[in-house]
């Protein structure tokens, strides 16, 4: 059995904070720990309004707390977020997300992270990234 907390997890170097300054991702669970995903806890800072399009991930996001909205750049389509809201990229669907207050973000990867990945130019997350090494 894994038993991790938030806190601990945030204490331990397992927060990565994104160089762009949109989020910061706390992974709790990370390939290492052989569960076939990676589960993170994310807060999109107030502002934020990026693209990403995750190549070789699927992802699902529920949305804890905080106001926003994703757009399918595919159809131009705009969907609101808010508490209780999930959205699902089930066809790794190029996106943007937009944070009209801090989101709090329960996110679920597909295959799952490694630890240390945070978006390349295209707003992808590599597959072959370095794993994290968690402070002891």
Same mark, same amino acid.
């Given at each position: 059995? @894994?038993?991790?907390?938030l &806190? &601990?997890?945030e &204490?331990? /170097?397992?927060?990565? @904070?994104s ?5 910061d991702s706390?992974? *709790?669970l *990370?390939?290492?720990?052989n569960? /076939?995903?990676?589960? %993170?806890i994310t =807060?999109i800072?107030? !502002?934020?309004?990026f693209?990403? %399009?995750y190549k070789n %991930? *699927?992802?699902s996001?529920y949305? @804890?707390? /905080?106001n926003?909205e994703?757009? =399918?750049l595919a159809?131009?389509?705009?969907y609101? @977020?808010?508490? !209780?809201t999930i959205?699902?990229l089930d066809? %790794?669907?190029?996106h943007?997300l937009?944070?009209f207050? &801090? ?8 295959p799952? #992270?490694?630890g =240390? ?5 295209? /707003?992808?997350y590599e597959?072959?990234a370095?794993? #994290? =090494?968690?402070?002891s």
């Amino acid at each position: 059995m @894994i038993v991790r907390t938030l &806190e &601990e997890s945030e &204490e331990c /170097g397992r927060k990565i @904070i994104s160089p762009d300054g949109n989020w910061d991702s706390t992974r *709790l669970l *990370l390939k290492d720990d052989n569960m /076939g995903f990676s589960f %993170h806890i994310t =807060t999109i800072y107030e !502002g934020a309004d990026f693209q990403m %399009h995750y190549k070789n %991930h *699927l992802e699902s996001v529920y949305c @804890i707390s /905080g106001n926003g909205e994703v757009q =399918t750049l595919a159809d131009g389509k705009k969907y609101p @977020i808010k508490p !209780g809201t999930i959205y699902i990229l089930d066809k %790794h669907d190029k996106h943007i997300l937009r944070a009209f207050s &801090e989101m709090k973000m329960a996110c679920v990867f597909n295959p799952p #992270l490694n630890g =240390t990945e945070v978006h390349n130019k295209e /707003g992808a997350y590599e597959v072959e990234a370095d794993p #994290l =090494t968690v402070a002891s």
